[in-house]
């Protein structure tokens, strides 16, 4: 969480020529009437207006301009990208451990490395682990009164270069799987919702075919955190896809209107 006190992190991270968006107090929510990282900036004056105007807003990061990749590794609950890394490392690709790291304040890693490469989000690529060239929430941001942090006293100067292995991690498949035959059983809903997302809209009816998309999800029970995270994907695959604010509220009121609806 930053306030007028302890703003100088924001603004090193500006002095090194990264790029910084503002998010609401004690979320992951960009801050109203701002566009997620689309709005970032490495303009001080714009830096400085943001925390005047929320001064303990958390701070969001935009990794593709600034050059950056992140190994999200969630260590908690069901989803522990523990076992995942013990995997990586019997063959051979281990994560470095004298990079840049900080821990979230669910206890999980953030391992931060120089990549340049556009803007994207790869969710769950192994059991507990994303890989984002998009955006993070960064130090010294705060969630329920836990921060992130920097281990081992390191800084951004300590950022290594992302592994080979990674690298190749993220290059596209250099031929599409060639689907050529139709299943030869009865499509049912959630066969239908998959077309539906993966297939998407017309730029003009883009909020409200998301919205529909987050109802048919919800419908299924699935877990919010996994509607979410479809949601973005679907959006994601529109040509002209709806800003981080966009999808949010959709989001946000939909799940309240299910929650209404159980009680």
């Known amino acids: 969480m930053i306030d007028l006190q302890c703003e100088l ?20 929510v960009p801050l109203k009437d701002t566009h997620g990282y689309l709005s970032a900036t490495s303009e001080h004056e714009n830096l400085f207006d943001w925390i005047v105007r929320e001064p303990k807003m958390n701070l969001g990061l935009r990794l593709d301009t600034s050059n950056l990749l992140v ?10 990208g523990r076992e995942s890394l ?17 821990r979230t304040p669910n206890n999980g890693l953030h391992y931060f490395f120089k990549y340049q490469g556009k803007a ?11 890989i984002l060239t998009d955006f993070v929430i960064v130090s010294p941001s705060e969630i329920n009164g836990k921060r992130y942090k920097a281990v081992d006293q390191r800084t951004f100067e300590d950022v290594k270069p992302a592994p080979d292995w ?5 290059k596209p498949n250099e031929k599409p799987i060639q689907v050529d035959f139709q299943l030869p059983k009865r499509k049912k809903y959630m066969g239908k919702l998959i077309d539906e997302l993966m297939t998407g809209t017309e730029t003009g009816n883009r909020n409200d075919w998301l919205t529909q998309m ?5 419908w299924t029970g699935a877990d919010p955190k996994a509607i979410y995270n479809l949601l973005t994907i679907a959006n994601n695959n529109l040509t002209e896809p709806l800003n981080d604010k966009e999808v949010n509220v959709i989001f946000r009121s939909i799940m309240r209107q299910e929650r209404q609806a159980v009680n």
């Open 9 to 28: 992190p924001a603004f090193h991270l500006l002095d090194r020529g990264f790029q910084v968006f503002p998010l609401s107090q004690n979320s992951k």
């Open 71 to 80: 190994v999200d590794v969630d260590l908690h609950g069901d989803n522990n």
């Open 86 to 102: 013990i995997k990586l490392s019997k063959q051979g690709m281990v994560m470095p451990s004298d990079t840049y790291i900080e």
């Open 120 to 130: 994207t989000r790869k969710v769950n690529v192994l059991t507990g682990i994303d």
């Open 166 to 170: 990674l690298v190749e991690m993220m």
């Open 214 to 218: 987050a109802g048919k999800l919800f």
